[in-house]
T-cell receptor, first 113, second 114 residues
Framework: GENVEQHPSTLSVQEGDSAVIKCTYSDSASNYFPWYKQELGKRPQLIIDIRSNVGEKKDQRIAVTLNKTAKHFSLHITETQPEDSAVYFCAALSPGGGNKLTFGTGTQLKVEL | GAGVSQSPSNKVTEKGKDVELRCDPISGHTALYWYRQSLGQGLEFLIYFQGNSAPDKSGLPSDRFSAERTGGSVSTLTIQRTQQEDSAVYLC??????FGLGYTFGSGTRLTVV
């Protein structure tokens, strides 16, 4: 089945700096890659996603890049703000995996003032 | 409904008792998933329902865990003879039919086995 690895597990940045979270996946057939943000005690919420036919997608301060050859994708947050502090999860959808998402282990992002 | 609804939000149970967790997905969403999140951990897949197809139970950790989805809507996750290691947040998510559409998660049920 699909295996998703996520790094780093924790990330601390100064307000206004950029943050980058990286994920790798194992199944070359995976074709959909969402990112979820989970604030403390709350549900994971979809913040951005990318399909395998696209290399990059941007939405205001967040962007996701996908390198299918290397089987990795990354989340980029620019001009970080304290409210960006949360746990971020990447995920991959593998057609052979029964249409269920396989999640990374999460990155705890802390934006310091 | 407007979102995925889960109940109860919190459940404390004694070791050995059975518990039932309920998920009411977004109306019209054909796919429903259960995940488990232990403290500070990632999201562990448990079971997946898609329409009238047989569920994908490949993530259920033991035969004490079961789930059903009645009428293609509400789902119930049952844990029999609960153990302390079952303590976690159980998250339900639903998704509409179609490629590239992400899950919408419920707020979860925090289960504590004492």
């Amino acid at each position: 089945g699909e295996n998703v690895e996520q790094h780093p597990s924790t990330l601390s940045v100064q307000e206004g700096d950029s943050a980058v979270i990286k994920c790798t996946y194992s199944d070359s057939a995976s074709n959909y890659f969402p990112w979820y943000k989970q604030e403390l005690g709350k549900r994971p919420q979809l913040i951005i996603d990318i399909r395998s036919n696209v290399g990059e997608k941007k939405d205001q301060r967040i962007a996701v890049t996908l390198n299918k050859t290397a089987k990795h994708f990354s989340l980029h947050i620019t001009e970080t703000q304290p409210e960006d502090s949360a746990v971020y999860f990447c995920a991959a959808l593998s057609p052979g995996g029964g249409n269920k998402l396989t999640f990374g282990t999460g990155t705890q992002l802390k934006v310091e003032l | 409904g407007a979102g995925v609804s889960q109940s109860p939000s919190n459940k404390v149970t004694e070791k050995g008792k059975d518990v039932e967790l309920r998920c009411d997905p977004i109306s019209g969403h054909t796919a429903l998933y259960w995940y488990r999140q232990s403290l500070g951990q990632g999201l562990e897949f448990l079971i997946y329902f898609q329409g009238n197809s047989a569920p994908d139970k490949s993530g259920l950790p033991s035969d004490r865990f079961s789930a059903e989805r009645t009428g293609g809507s509400v789902s119930t996750l049952t844990i029999q003879r609960t153990q302390q290691e079952d303590s976690a947040v159980y998250l339900c998510a639903s998704r509409p039919t179609g490629f590239g559409l992400g899950y919408t998660f419920g707020s979860g049920t925090r289960l504590t086995v004492v």
